[in-house]
């Protein structure tokens, strides 16, 4: 009897994660669907750029020239030195003498206190911004021509208060197959995040490709209203969402942003542990609860493996996990990959990598190992 019952018990949760998958995988659908008549308008509204950077000065100057392409051409930009060691406060100083009163420079030497350090810098920039419309993005990214045009264009709707698009992954220092992995795990994680905001329950996003109402960021009280967090972007995403804001999900190519890979296997692992950890004690129930659902079940599943042969109604378990984690890697796939015929064949074998590297990820987050970020232990969540 007991037997019968555990059966069930991973039958059901078996067929219950597929399920979401297939739900998430109508909300990505459901975002192509909405922007398929989108044909961004130049907007009335005053625009911002926020860039926090700490000892950035090999990724900035890139990220600064793109800045100076975009096709919108009036537009404030607001840069924040995070108390950096190089020389990235003179190449922000030399951009402001360069453009003038449109660009704003703040030298922050103040310790974060008890948010996280790029959460304070953000909060910093946020208030000093004149924009009533924000976007964010990061020093090692850069930024398309079409960007900001195309991102801010829905703010024309008066209800949408935060818009998040793609990115795609540049070379990092080491090539090989850290590099191909990580240009298929962050597109296949936007599918979550973009999932999830397609069926209206936004609860995450990448914050090097965001764009926030000013009017969103005071209502919680800039990013320092969102508390103690390791990830503030998914945190502010989640205050406009109860707020009810509308979250749209850009996903047209030229606003898709290149952002620099993790040059090696530890940067890349503390950098996942960072997002796992914020997203697994995220403050918000209705964001943590499901995603402890499906980062556990992939855990179990992983582990369940090698009991596989000696206990075969086990193998239900990877089985859905990998037919969930592969939709969303198939969805970033056929929707943003140039180079689709590789990308499929490689689509197998990185699918079962990821299963075992996130859950690693998620059992590291469950021992309260602390990442870091930029040198620093975090405290935060990961210390809760």
């Known amino acids: 009897m007991v037997s019968e019952l555990l059966l069930y018990a991973l039958a059901g949760a078996s067929g219950l994660i597929v399920l979401v998958h297939l ?115 990061d020093a090692d990214c850069v930024v398309p021509p079409q960007w900001l045009a195309g991102l801010t264009g829905y703010f024309t709707d008066p209800r949408v208060g935060i818009v998040f698009g793609q990115m795609a992954l540049g070379a990092p220092r080491a090539g090989g197959f850290l590099a191909r992995f990580q240009a298929f795990d962050q597109p296949l994680i936007h599918q979550w995040n973009s999932g999830t905001a397609g069926l209206g329950m936004p609860g995450s996003c990448f914050g090097n490709n965001l764009a926030a109402r000013r009017e969103v960021l005071q209502e919680v009280g800039g990013f320092r209203g969102l508390g103690d967090t390791l990830t503030e972007d998914a945190a502010l995403v989640s ?80 089985a859905a996990s990998f037919l969930a984690v592969g939709l969303m890697g198939f969805l970033a796939g056929i929707l943003y990959r140039r180079d ?14 990821f299963m075992g590297f996130y859950s690693l990820a998620t059992v590291l987050s469950m021992l309260r190992l602390t990442p870091e970020w930029k040198g620093r232990k975090l405290g935060g969540q990961a210390g809760k």
């Open 340 to 353: 689709l015929a590789a990308y499929l064949l490689r689509l197998v074998p990185y699918t079962l990598f």
């Open 23 to 137: 739900a998430l995988a109508i909300g990505v659908l459901v975002n192509l669907v909405r922007d398929a008549g989108y044909s961004p308008a130049p907007t009335a509204l005053e625009v911002s750029v926020v860039v926090a950077a700490k000892d950035e000065e090999r990724n900035l100057p890139a990220l600064l020239a793109s800045l100076e392409a975009q096709s919108l051409r009036h537009f404030q930009i607001v840069l924040v030195d995070d108390r950096s060691e190089d020389r990235t406060a003179a190449l922000m100083d030399a951009f402001q003498a360069r453009h003038g009163r449109r660009v704003a420079v703040v030298h922050n030497r103040e310790e974060p206190g008890t948010l996280n350090p790029k959460q304070a810098a953000l909060d910093i920039a946020a208030r000093l911004a004149s924009g009533e419309v924000l976007v964010f993005t």
């Open 239 to 318: 205050a406009a969402a109860k707020r009810r804001w509308r979250v749209r999900v850009c996903t047209r190519r030229s606003t898709m942003i290149v952002t620099r890979a993790q040059g090696t296997w530890g940067e890349f692992l503390n950098q996942h542990l960072r997002w796992n950890t914020g997203a697994f004690f995220h403050q918000d129930a209705g964001t943590r609860l499901p995603y402890r659902f499906i980062v556990l079940f992939l855990t179990v599943s992983v582990l369940a493996i090698p009991l596989c042969p000696f206990f075969p109604q086990l193998a239900m378990l990877p």
